[in-house]
């Protein structure tokens, strides 16, 4: 006979929820019921509740239901300012740039004043990489009211964002002697270059940043509380301190001090969880099981799509054993593509969240996870301060973002054995627990043939070239790696260095410039650095099947790339640190035979890499070695339970009193 509070958990409205059923459509339904009720509409009032019920949608996370019901709306009201203004966001946030900047426009066309519009215009257009028309939008925004703060902070983010950084820390001056706010100053505090202009520039500006931080956190709270929330009035995170190959630790430790003091609201906890000082006290009642006994466990990422993030979370929820859990997908609005649908297809719930931390923290809370993974948190401002509230006894973060996360709410830090060197628990605020392999399950990619695939010479590269190949952003590009480069273009007159072309054209500029003032002894150094066009995955593919030879980043290396290159069958070259962001192509080339490739200096990374780029027969016989074991780095069954070991043990430490793996 079943318990009180088994029985009871049984009743709990998350247990009968099928697969992708939504909390959100029940809060709609009773919103849209008690606004308008069973009364006649006309045709006016008709339009007038599909508007109201878009904005409803919106608020409770279904963002593509709410973009659905106002194009409905502004085909019949077309001259409908404030619906064009609304429909754009929603286009934005879903990835439909396009159509954000066309509805952007027409709210203007009908409304000449509409500030907000041109700001919403201008970051549509900043996102399709024209930069000089997003300047021009929020000016015109500027200039119908010069103390209207967001044009004055989108200002200043463009300098930034293109590399100027006097430019944008002026703009953020000029604008707090406008109106000083927290969150200006905050921002301005933030700043930092994509690329940076050496290894002294690094150093300094993070120092500076540090202790600009730690002067904050003396300061009396008031005086950094931003009037709304930390999405809204902040919304950044100086992730790009992770490529630096430095120990973060102190830095994000500090960065979450002053981001609860700026916003207290972050520090929520969900109720069930508040009521107790111990979790481990927690009941059925408190934290029911689903009825067949297993565990809830949520993941959240705003990176979904057909990136590395998604490549990962697609075999996460794909292989992860469900033998003792159910595992949530918590999706919080953003661009989706075939990769999205992936993910979502593996997992047994889906649940849509608002970009409303207030809003999706109540969402989550309601399902009351007994675990939650981050596995890229500080990677988006959404995740990041999502990551701050207490939603579940047990919260984990991982390498997507390999780096702690500072955060006290984040209880473990999930890495691996090969990623990790003697003593690497001090780097972390998490406790660190490593797993054998060497992540997730990955299904191996499956290149496809290409109408438009060009070859070497429309890039710019000759047949006779040796093509070394660093597929990764610039903003991973550290100046200590420029040496290698050089080295490389020194030792091979044949050699070309292919590089990803970067979403602002400046970041080009500045790495070439940073090249330039080091080694100007270097002839034709521009004519040997050849950017690539944004590609597509399969179009990123067949780039590397135009190389020799894959370079890893160095300090922070590559880990999807490095999969992928392998996976080509095309060597790659590594120089491995101490620090998680640059061990993982070390770890896989010794996982398939290949600890030639891993270096130990910047002039053997050059030697080596030369050395396979300039003899083809040596190239040939690393290929066919690589071609041999390469699946090896797919085929990882074992890790994928190992996940569901560790979610099962550490909720049972967690919350013991709970009766896992007993069907209800």
């Excluded at 500027?142 to 944008?168: C, N, V, Y």
């Excluded at 020799?548 to 999969?563: C, E, H, K, M, Q």
Aim: proline share 6%.
């Amino acid at each position: 006979q079943q318990q009180p509070e088994q029985q009871q958990a049984e009743q709990q409205p998350a247990m009968g929820l099928g697969k992708a059923l939504l909390i959100t459509a029940m809060f709609v339904a009773l919103t849209v019921a008690v606004t308008w009720g069973p009364m006649e509409q006309t045709s006016g009032e008709t339009a007038s509740r599909t508007f109201l019920q878009a904005l409803h949608l919106q608020r409770s996370g279904r963002v593509h239901h709410a973009m659905e019901l106002l194009e409905t709306f502004v085909k019949q009201r077309p001259h409908h300012s404030q619906a064009h203004y609304e429909l754009a966001i929603y286009k934005r946030m879903l990835g439909y740039h396009e159509d954000a900047v066309q509805h952007n426009r027409m709210a203007i066309r009908l409304n000449s004043k509409f500030k907000e519009a041109y700001i919403n215009l201008g970051v549509c257009l900043e996102n399709l990489g024209d930069a000089v028309t997003a300047r021009l939008a929020y000016e015109a925004a500027l200039k119908i009211d010069p103390r209207f703060m967001p044009a004055r902070s989108s200002l200043a983010a463009l300098a930034e964002s293109e590399g100027d950084m006097k430019e944008a820390d002026a703009l953020y001056r000029r604008a707090l002697a406008v109106r000083e706010t927290p969150a200006q100053r905050l921002r301005r505090t933030l700043l930092l270059p994509a690329v940076f202009g050496s290894t002294q520039h690094l150093r300094t500006r993070r120092s500076e940043l540090l202790r600009m931080l730690d002067s904050m956190t003396m300061r009396p709270a008031n005086l950094l509380r931003v009037p709304r929330d930390a999405l809204y009035d902040i919304g950044v995170v100086p992730s790009g301190l992770a490529y630096t190959g430095l120990n973060n630790k102190a830095f994000m430790e500090t960065l979450s001090k002053v981001m609860l003091m700026a916003d207290p609201a972050l520090a929520y906890a969900a109720p069930h969880l508040r009521a107790h000082r111990s979790m481990q006290r927690l009941s059925l009642t408190e934290l029911p099981l689903m009825p067949s006994g297993k565990i809830r466990v949520g993941v959240m990422s705003r990176n979904m799509g057909d990136g590395s993030m998604g490549r990962m979370l697609s075999g996460f929820t794909k292989y992860l054993s469900r033998r003792h859990i159910h595992l949530t997908v918590f999706l919080a609005p953003q661009a989706r593509d075939s990769m999205t649908q992936a993910i979502l297809d593996g997992a047994d719930d889906v649940v849509e969240l608002p970009f409303n931390l207030e809003t999706a923290r109540q969402i989550v809370a309601w399902y009351r996870p007994h675990a939650l993974l981050y596995p890229d948190a500080p990677s988006d401002p959404f995740t990041y301060f999502m990551a701050f509230a207490r939603l579940a006894p047990v919260q984990v973060a991982t390498h997507g973002f390999p780096c702690t996360t500072g955060l006290q709410t984040m209880d473990y830090f999930v890495s691996f054995k090969d990623y990790e060197v003697e003593d690497n628990e001090r780097l972390y605020t998490e406790r660190l627990v490593q797993l054998d392999g060497l992540s997730m399950r990955f299904d191996a990619p499956v290149p496809k043939p290409l109408k438009s695939a060009q070859p070497r010479r429309f890039y710019g590269l000759l047949d006779s070239d040796h093509v070394y190949f660093a597929p990764e952003s610039l903003e991973k590009f550290h100046p200590s790696f420029d040496e290698i480069m050089l080295d490389i273009l020194r030792r091979d007159r044949r050699g070309k260095i292919a590089l990803i072309e970067p979403r602002r054209a400046t970041w080009s500029q500045s790495l070439l410039r940073r090249l330039h003032a080091h080694h100007r002894t270097l002839p034709n150094l521009e004519a040997r650095i050849v950017f690539l066009p944004q590609a597509s995955h399969d179009e990123f593919l067949h780039y590397i099947r135009l190389c020799d030879v894959v370079l890893d980043t160095f300090p922070f290396g590559s880990f999807t790339a490095t999969r992928e290159a392998l996976f080509m069958s095309r060597p790659v070259v590594t120089l491995p640190t101490s620090l998680l962001s640059g061990r993982f192509a070390q770890a896989m080339l010794s996982k398939i035979g290949l600890s030639e490739l891993i270096t130990h200096s910047p002039q053997s990374y050059a030697a080596k890499a030369v050395e396979l780029g300039s003899n083809d027969t040596y190239r040939a016989t690393v290929q066919q070695r690589i071609n041999s074991m390469r699946y090896q780095l797919f085929d990882q069954k074992d890790v994928m339970l190992q996940w569901a070991d560790f979610f099962m043990s550490a909720v049972k430490e967690a919350v013991p009193s709970l009766p896992f793996g007993k069907r209800l």
